[in-house]
Each structure stands twice: as structure tokens, then as C-alpha cells.
């Protein structure tokens, strides 16, 4: 059967990027109320746990369908497992982490990844004392493996984790070999064309921008 996402989905306006990145926080807290025992919730509710408004949770919802009733509020377990469809978390995504420096093993060695859908199948790295290792349970191959690599283990996902220096030329050789989803822990914002999605996480930027509000009195919006 459909679910209304998809029997929706003609015609609907693009959803914004912010709504996009506030879905994965709606999963974590329906799972979590699940696992609690509960079996509706409303927006109010919602909107206490993830520290936004009950309008705003509205509105995100509102961009891919109804999934409750006025003044019955939602059932969680239905929900979530709409937002999971939307999302893509019904599958299992294949990942590749492109360096194995003291950052990559720690990727490489987390265990999170695989309960939520993503499972690290291959780790590369250019470094001759790293390749031929075991890191997470993975051989660590060489970079000049990497279109064999994805084309082997269907990767659909990669996490660079590799020095600044080498970054875009390691994202480059990704497009070069179908990658479309890059998730970036150098701090740098690399080029791709269109239609290719990179994520990247930065600590310092986001400590930086605390300050701010540190040095000044202030307390920041909250925000997902």
C-alpha cells in the first residue's frame, strides 16, 4: 500500500532544506516515545520535546501530507514509519569512509550507524602504513581502488574524513564515480555539480558561533 507521502507527492512545492534537516529529529523522538509506550501524540507534545512550536511542526508535516486529526493527534508508531519512508530509513545504505586517520577510525569503529539504516562497508585510505590494516572490521583499501570499491559494495554514501590539502580531490574522484550523498568532516566547503549532496561538519564553527552569544549575554534561538 502507498503511503501518503508518496500517493502525494505530484505537484507538492519543494520542501525547504530546513524542514529536510529537522525530519531525522522528528524519527528520534517518535522512536523514543515508542519505545516509551506511546501511542498518540500531538503537536504540543512534540513540540516540547524538540523545543519548537506546535505550529512549526505543523507546517513541516504539512509538506508531505495529512498524518492526523484535529484534536486527535498523531500515532506515533504510523508516523514514523512515514517519516522513515520519506527519509529513505525503510533500506539499508551502503557507506564508504574515504581516510582512516585518527578521525576515520573513529568513524569506522562507531557502532550507531547500522541500527539507523547505514551500514560502513568499505574504508580507503592513500597512506601505505594504513592500507592492508583491519579498522572497524573492515581491510582498509587503497584510494586508487575506489571505482571497484563502490562498484562491489553498491555504495551509495560517502564520509570523507581526510586532510584539507586533499579534500576536494578526494570529493572529485567520488562524483567521478557516482557518488551523490558526501558527508564532509574537513573543514572546507567543497565544489560539486548539481544534483550531488555534501554535508559538512565542522565542531570549531559551530563552538565559534557560541562565543557569540557567550561574550555578549545572550542566549541563542533554540533550533534542532
Not at 581526510?162 to 562524483?175: E, G, K, N, S, W
Not at 568532516?185 to 554535508?199: L, N, T
Amino acid at each position: 500500500m502507498a503511503s501518503s507521502f508518496e500517493s502525494d507527492i505530484t505537484g507538492r512545492t519543494e520542501v525547504p532544506d530546513v524542514v529536510v534537516s529537522r525530519l531525522p529529529q522528528y524519527v528520534r523522538t517518535l522512536s523514543q516515545m515508542l519505545a516509551e509506550g506511546v501511542q498518540i501524540a500531538n503537536s504540543q507534545q512534540l513540540g516540547e520535546k524538540l523545543q519548537i512550536t506546535p505550529a512549526q511542526i505543523r507546517k513541516d508535516l504539512s509538506y508531505f501530507g495529512r498524518f492526523g486529526k484535529q484534536g486527535r493527534g498523531y500515532r506515533v508508531d504510523h508516523l514514523l514509519e512515514e517519516l522513515k519512508q520519506i527519509l529513505g530509513l525503510t533500506v539499508t545504505w551502503n557507506v564508504a569512509v574515504v581516510g582512516v586517520g585518527r578521525l576515520g577510525r573513529a568513524i569506522l569503529n562507531y557502532p550507531g550507524f547500522t541500527p539507523d539504516g547505514f551500514q560502513l562497508v568499505a574504508a580507503l585510505d592513500d597512506n601505505p602504513g594504513v592500507v592492508g590494516q583491519e579498522v572497524g572490521g573492515l581491510m582498509v583499501r587503497p584510494v586508487s581502488h575506489l571505482a571497484e570499491v563502490i562498484d562491489s559494495y553498491q555504495v551509495s554514501i560517502a564520509i570523507v574524513a581526510v586532510p584539507i590539502a586533499y579534500t576536494q580531490a578526494v570529493v572529485d574522484r567520488l562524483v567521478d564515480c557516482g557518488i551523490r550523498a558526501i558527508l564532509n568532516y574537513a573543514p572546507i566547503m567543497p565544489q560539486v555539480p548539481e544534483g550531488v549532496s555534501v554535508r559538512s561538519i565542522d565542531p570549531l564553527l559551530s563552538l565559534q558561533s557560541m562565543t557569540y552569544y557567550l561574550v555578549n549575554g545572550l542566549s541563542p534561538e533554540k533550533e534542532l
